[in-house]
């Protein structure tokens, strides 16, 4: 899957998530949609970024914008990092990651000279009528999330 840019379409998704429900971003028309993708619950960064997301889901709401999570972890594992840290924000479950791949970023990723595939750290902003109007590649998450609502913020008025 090449790259999506701004301007494009979004992938439509229909997944399960935590709580046992499913989330679709056909039900999120008409709100700004933050999709950020994030490699695996529970660990260090992935933690610090939903911690950051749900920190701010009340601001993003007041903007007009919903925040979904999404990484390859099973739904079980989604709803104890909830428990876990009390999260607010929705966390999609890509088991098969066609979705990952579809926003292209399901990737070749290299550690320690060893190459495997996994989730970069991404995020978009999706507006109402499901267009990409922000990507942020290669996440850093200290502050990320505040710049996010920033851009939300700013793409709402």
Do not use: N
Not at 20 to 35: H, I, N, P, Y
């Amino acid at each position: 899957m090449s790259e999506l840019a701004v301007g494009d379409k979004a992938p439509d998704f229909d997944l399960p998530r935590d709580g046992g429900t499913s989330v679709r971003l056909s039900d999120e028309a008409g709100k700004f949609v933050v999709l950020y993708f994030y490699p695996k619950d529970d660990t260090s960064g992935c933690t610090s970024e939903a911690l950051a997301f749900s920190a701010l889901v009340d601001d993003f709401d007041k903007a007009g914008a919903t925040v979904i999570g999404m990484s390859p972890d099973p739904v079980r594992r989604h709803d104890t990092f909830v428990k876990k840290h009390g999260l607010s924000v929705r966390l999609a479950s890509d088991e098969e990651k066609s979705t990952l791949e579809a926003y292209g970023v399901w990737k070749e990723k290299s550690m320690y000279g060893r190459k495997y595939m996994g989730v970069e750290r991404t995020t978009l902003l999706i507006d109402p009528h499901g267009t990409i109007v922000r990507i942020w590649p290669k996440v850093k998450v200290p502050g990320h999330a505040e710049a996010v609502l920033e851009a939300v913020q700013a793409e709402a008025e």
